[in-house]
């Protein structure tokens, strides 16, 4: 897997459009690219410009109307709707722009959410969440609730969430979108981390040219078309 | 694993208004369902509990109650010394030649009339029902005007507490004792000497015969012996048998009103648990585009809003039995139109009720939960997320 022959995010001819109506509205054509597991790559573009669709079909959460698309080795274009989902739960590790934890879960829990749809005892998961909390700088927000956190903490528990089943990629839609300059920095920090320390893959879609440059590099995304430049 | 039933707990914890209003509508619903099984189950009770197995009703063939009943003294006669009735004291046949009048008295407290069962025993009357006891006073003297009440009789009828006196038949009639039936339809009765009565409604017939056999299995032979005596017309019920058939009638009109109200009130409540839960769905959309991310299937999806409906269904079941169960302290009192007399009765619940009813509850819970909880499922993940 570490050779660079064997990217981990493989696509090829890629398309995918939408039904307006009557019309169908192509958001993606014929988009190929690599990334090299590892990576850390910023998508950019203007609204409407497809990176949020690419990403979520990278994720497994949509479905590409035509190429392929192969995700750690796994041709995710052609697995079932079921398949898809526990792909997704061994595999990726989401980051939104508004957090998405659960309000009435604690900190803990919402990190414990993706442990659940694993195999691992009580004990285990207790102490592998425990861990991912105080990685984030979280471990005495443990049994506060999201409400009680301010919005830099709960990206934090968020992106806890996302790498707590140790997944291959991390995908990051505008992740610090709706924070501060100082927070938002705290998050591009730890996602730094993340990459450089556990090796993890990150794609961030992002409208920010400041969040854009914590990745190796930025592809740029304008009417369904990936740029010619790296 | 699932989506973890903390998560679908707090969630209707949260949204408390709601789930109590949700919850407090089918608890409603389920209160009317079980008062009415309550209601024919104390009725049930009253009435299967006045007859005991071992003795037998003889009663003319179709009369159906002992109230259009008519036994001459000579029928009565052949019944009273068949080899299977058990002997009593002084080597006498247990049995018990009684007659059986309706008379109209006025209620406590207004002056409205109803009908009461004056029934007319024999020396074994008392005998032959060991869940009569007297409560206060003493019992009649045989040849004597005088009567006992039942309990139930004497809480509801002006001029029937001890010492007092009744008038009817042309004849002053003393209260001498009050009896407890045990809440068996004896205690919607007033009880006298059987030949007294006859003479003071000049009578010259009984209404029926009851005996108690030597042994509750040798009713067969007893019945086959007295059926085909050409002499006799009559129908001879084992005396558990006879009054459960006099309730069938009350019993399932009750039983069919309620079931009617039920379910109509039912599908209200369904409705509500419908929208309650369409509500939950769509304000949790990104939450549930979450979950789908994170890898939560669309069966794990659907099972949690089913299981979050059945929990609101739970809530009003267990609300609605509590509050049914209360109904416990209530007796109330009917005509029952086969003996056209007042009859006494108390809500009775018991483990079936309290399963059915609660059954019932789940059911609507799921009922006015499927249907969200299959739109909950089939969300778009990326237009559930694109939701927030």
Redesign the interface.
Known sequence: MESPAEPIVRIRNLTKSYRRGEQRVPVLTNISFDIAAGEFIALMGPSGSGKSTLL?LI?G??KPDGGSLTVNGTDIATLS??EL??W???N?G?I?Q?Y?L????TAF?NVE??L??TSLARGERQARVDLALSMVGLADRTTHYPSELSGGQQQRVAIA?AFITDPVILVADEPTGDLDRASANDILALLERLNAELGKTIIMVTHDPHAARSAHAIRHLEKGELDVAP | MSVPLSYIWRNLAARRLTTLLTAGGMALVVFVFATVLMLEEGLRVTLVETGSPGNVVVTRRSAGTEVQSIIDREQAAIVESQPEIALGEHGLQLASKETVVLISLAKRGSDKASNVLIRGVGSHGLELRPQVSLLSGRMFRPGSTEIIAGKSVAERYQGTGVGETLRFGQREWTVVGIMDAGRTGFDSEIWGDADQLMQAFRRSVYSSVIVKLVDPDRFPEFRARLEADPRLTLDIKQESVFYAEQSQLLANFISYLGMILSIIFSIGAIIGAMITMYASVANRATEIGTLRALGFRRANILAAFLVEALMLGAAGGVAGLALASFMQFFTISTMNWQSFSELAFSFTLNGEIAAKSLAFALVMGVAGGFLPAARAARLDIVDSLRAA
């Not at chain 1, 659960?102 to 879960?105: A, E, G, K, T």
């Open positions: 979520n994720a959460i949509d709707e079921a989902a526990d997704r739960a061994a990726v989401f939104f508004f998405n659960m309000p009435v879960l829990e959410l993706p659940l749809l969430r």
